[in-house]
């Protein structure tokens, strides 16, 4: 019985130092169950349970180790081997903050200056009349760099695995707060403040756990364009340049921009309504919809109406950059038809551009 209970002890503190860490990192089936309230409880009282633990299991393996036959010191030798193969693995290895670090440098150029291809995917930010530009490529590794923009604190970050793009203040209590990535919750990046370590979900800016849970960051209007679109519209935006010292870590994340990467997590499912197909997302107040990508993709415009607000989404040239607009004008809603340069609207013939 003794034995038994050694065995269930072992077990369950080998469990602890997986489970810590499985529910909030992509390990199979571990972003598919509401675990986040478990997961907080682990990682804020890890220690207290190594702790609590060992001091039970103290005795237990001193006996076995000194008293019991040869097979059973060669087992419980061998299962603190594993333990300790485990805990480092689970504790350095596999941990998000150990395996995605922030820009050394971080340095923002004109686009004289820069060295990122007009062509790539960027978030832009806009604030005053001064905007700066972040490369998705390279923001994606590094899942959240803090800036500043016409003298306001900014945090850009982007989700490789669900492809989403925000920008918030830091902004919490008044006070200028620092973030860490902690790992992820149903496929979403989330972020752990410095002060009350409450997690945040990036897709929204919501505290999913801890102190300040159902708080909500506040978010700064973005956009997600090529940088050629970018600069025609801020054509003296600031461009943010990849770090040097992560030139290996921003190269596997190329052909992200076009969905072309073959990983499980980030690759794109070419085809329409597919767990990783690629939607248009519109949403208005509290009703939101999403339009199939390869769709627009073939008709470059597509007309619907949201409650009380009748849209046209429309692919540039290029397909890669779109717009959503309302086509309701003085009251009047317009029918579109697609231009070589843009768009005519049939109702009174005028050309709208971009």
Known sequence: MKKFLLLIGLLLILAVEILHVYFIMPFPGSQESNTIDAAYFLDKNIWYIRIVFWLLLAIPLYRTLTHNKTWAKVLVA?????????????????????????????????????????????????????????????????????????????????????????????????????????????????????????????????????????????????????????????????????????????????????GTLESNLEKRDTASWKKKSWVVGVQLKDYAKAYDWNALVKQKIIEDSLPNMPIVIWLEKDTVNFHVYSRMISGQTLQFIKTNDGLQDANTQSRWNN
Not at 204 to 213: C, E, V
Request: aromatic fraction near 14%; charged fraction near 20%.
């Open 78 to 258: 061998l299962f603190l081997v594993f333990y300790g193969i485990v805990f480092y693995a689970f504790n350095f290895k596999f941990l998000a903050d150990k395996m995605f670090y922030q820009p050394e440098h971080k340095n923002i150029v004109t686009a004289t200056e820069s060295k990122v291809d007009t062509g790539k995917l960027v978030i832009g930010v806009a604030i005053k009349g001064k905007a700066k530009a972040y490369p998705i490529e390279v923001i994606g590794y590094h899942h959240q760099v803090q800036d500043s923009l016409a003298g306001q604190p900014i945090m850009v970050t982007y989700c490789t695995v669900c492809r989403t793009g925000r920008v918030f203040s830091p902004m919490v209590n008044g006070k200028k707060e620092s973030f860490r990535l902690v790992g992820m919750d149903h496929f979403n990046a989330m972020f752990e403040d410095a002060t009350t370590k409450s997690w945040w979900r990036q897709v929204t800016g919501k505290a999913i756990s801890g102190p300040l849970k159902g708080s909500t960051l506040a978010e700064i209007p973005s956009q997600q364009s090529t940088l050629g679109a970018w600069l025609r519209e801020y054509p003296n935006s600031g461009i943010m340049q990849p770090d040097p010292g992560f030139t290996v870590k921003y190269d596997s994340l190329a052909g992200y921009d076009k």
